[in-house]
């Protein structure tokens, strides 16, 4: 048994809605109830795109606790290691925060800024600590075509450099599209070689629909999956506890 | 941030200071920069943020490193209740000018901007002895102080200990963008940021590592106009790592050479003036031997 805790969470990298398979918001609510956290990035075209049409992303991001982001395509890499940065974060302080209100029935914003200060500092060296697993869902749907040379690109780079961080940080890339391909696509496990990621990235042929909502269960299994696996029993308030 | 207006007072939660905000200066990653107008009268920057960690990493950072000249003070940090919602703040020196990015576009002599690299190389060496790297060096960090002809640091958010991991960073300045190392924080990841914005100024255009790369990047500033002296320094420096002094040493070596330049292209063009006189003049001089002779 693994007595470490471990940060939870899905990354959703789509350029548009879902048009077939059920409701995404549905499904992200279901991850968040297993403590995982859905954030989504939406990824804008050159033109001038509407930003009305994100409406979902930001629906699912608030469904499953966690953040949204638009982007273009180049600066993917960036945004995913931000965006995850920040859950993990969030979710630290969410838990810290609730250990506060219950020993000095107090949240972390009632207390004065200079003794808040050295919490906030913990947190944010926690957050480089803690180990986490990350689910990146890759829409790889027709329209993604003509940008998923940059994305693989994002994808690799961002391999190497979450290498860096102190703590562990597991990562699994799902590509999502068609029901000819079973919807979804694991092109790298959590135990898997970045070597093997790099491979797999360039068999992916963007074609067909965007089942997202599907694809957010299956990430959500495979999360439940690797924890079982690993062991890990502890949730993240009863530990900073 | 409904209850954020302009020409409205903010108060902070804990140390009851008031600030008039006058107008919006810009939008960062972190949060929004006002103008602001305290009681004693004296304008501030404010840095608004809903990112309490950030923040608070920003301020601690300033703090610590408030012994640098070259680097922004920061006077508070204080919270702000709006509509249920808290959002936290930095009060901080405001500086009247634009940032570096602006300078960009203008015509900065070569000397100025050897100068400018041999103040932000020194910052880089400062804030290294502190035991930190500073990640997010770019022009849009730096604001030039016209007026009391100084430049300041305004963006701790990339800030780590020296062998950390980069947080932020900006892919024009980002050493793994372009495939010359990795985002590990130690000096050399700085010099690289360096560089690249020295080159930048220099030759007067935007960068991109997705369009282009290490070698045509060397190529551009081979194949350029630039002094011999400047491009050696710059193609060195960008083809080993090297040590803080000897950067620090050779910008030293390198404006009082590019100084002499000046000087030298000032002799050149009045030697061009001169030749052009002369030229004139033996023109003038077969022009009238021709009009007499007929």
Redesign the interface.
């Known amino acids: 048994m693994n007595l470490e805790p471990m940060v939870k969470q899905i990354i959703l990298v789509t350029d548009g809605e879902s048009n077939t398979g059920g409701n995404p918001i549905e499904a992200a609510v279901r991850a968040k109830a297993s403590n995982i956290t859905v954030n989504t990035i939406g990824i804008l075209s050159q033109r001038n795109q509407q930003e009305s049409s994100f409406e979902e992303i930001v629906g699912i991001a608030q469904a499953g606790g966690g953040n949204y982001q638009l982007t273009y395509i180049d600066d993917l890499s960036r945004t995913i290691q931000s965006i995850s940065y920040k859950t993990v974060s969030t979710t630290i302080q969410e838990a810290v925060g609730k250990q506060l209100q219950q020993i000095l029935g107090k949240g972390l914003n009632e207390i004065p800024p200079e003794a808040r200060s050295s919490i906030l500092d913990y947190i944010d060296t926690y957050s480089d600590e803690v180990a986490v697993c990350c689910c990146l869902l890759l829409d790889c749907s027709g329209s993604m075509l003509s940008k998923i040379q940059a994305a693989r690109h994002s994808i690799i780079d961002m391999l190497y450099s979450i290498k860096e961080r102190s703590g562990s940080y597991k990562i699994a890339l799902m590509g999502f599209s068609s029901e000819a391909d079973g919807y979804c696509q694991l092109l790298h496990g959590f135990d898997d070689s970045a070597q093997q990621l790099e491979r797999n990235l360039y068999k992916l042929q963007p074609k067909g629909t965007t089942p997202t909502a599907i694809a957010i269960d299956r990430a959500a299994n495979l999360i439940e999956a690797y924890e079982r696996k690993q062991g890990h029993q502890v949730e993240l308030s009863e530990f900073i506890g | 941030m409904e209850k954020v207006k302009l020409q409205k007072n903010i108060i902070g939660k ?1 140390h009851k200071k008031r600030y008039l905000l006058l107008k919006e200066l810009g939008r960062g ?1 972190t949060g929004n920069i006002f103008l602001a107008r305290g009681d004693n009268l004296r304008h501030y920057a404010i840095k608004l943020s809903k ?3 950030s923040l ?2 920003e ?2 950072y300033l703090r610590e490193l408030a012994d640098i000249a070259a680097i922004v003070r920061v006077y508070e ?3 702000l209740e709006d509509a249920g919602e ?1 959002l ?1 703040f930095l009060v901080l020196e405001y500086i009247d000018g634009a940032s570096l990015r602006h300078y960009m576009d203008r015509r900065l002599t070569t000397e100025e901007i050897v100068s400018l690299m041999l103040v932000i190389f020194k910052l880089l060496a400062d804030i290294h002895s502190s035991g930190y790297i500073l990640g997010d060096l770019k022009p849009e960090n730096i604001m030039v102080d016209e007026v009391k002809k100084a430049i300041r640091l305004v963006d701790l958010g990339g800030v780590v200990k020296i062998g ?6 900006t ?1 024009a300045y980002d050493r ?2 372009w495939k010359m190392g ?3 924080a130690e000096k050399t990841y700085d010099y690289f940021s360096g560089l690249m914005l020295m080159i930048q100024l220099l030759l007067r255009r935007r960068m991109d590592p ?1 369009k282009e790369n290490a070698a045509s990047l060397k190529a551009s500033v081979a194949s350029s106009s630039l002094y011999p002296s400047v491009k050696d320094f710059i193609l060195k420096g960008l083809n080993f790592g090297g040590e803080e002094n000897n950067y620090i040493k050779e910008l030293k070596d390198l404006y009082k050479i590019v100084k002499n330049y000046k000087k030298y292209e000032i002799i050149k063009g009045r030697d061009k003036a001169l030749n052009a006189l002369l030229a004139a003049s033996i023109m003038i001089f077969i022009a009238t031997t021709i009009m007499l002779m007929i």
Do not use: L, Q
């Open positions: 804990w990653g990112d309490n960690i608070n990493r301020f601690k940090m204080d919270d808290s936290h950390e991991t980069i947080r932020e960073y892919p793994a963008c990795d985002r590990k997705t």
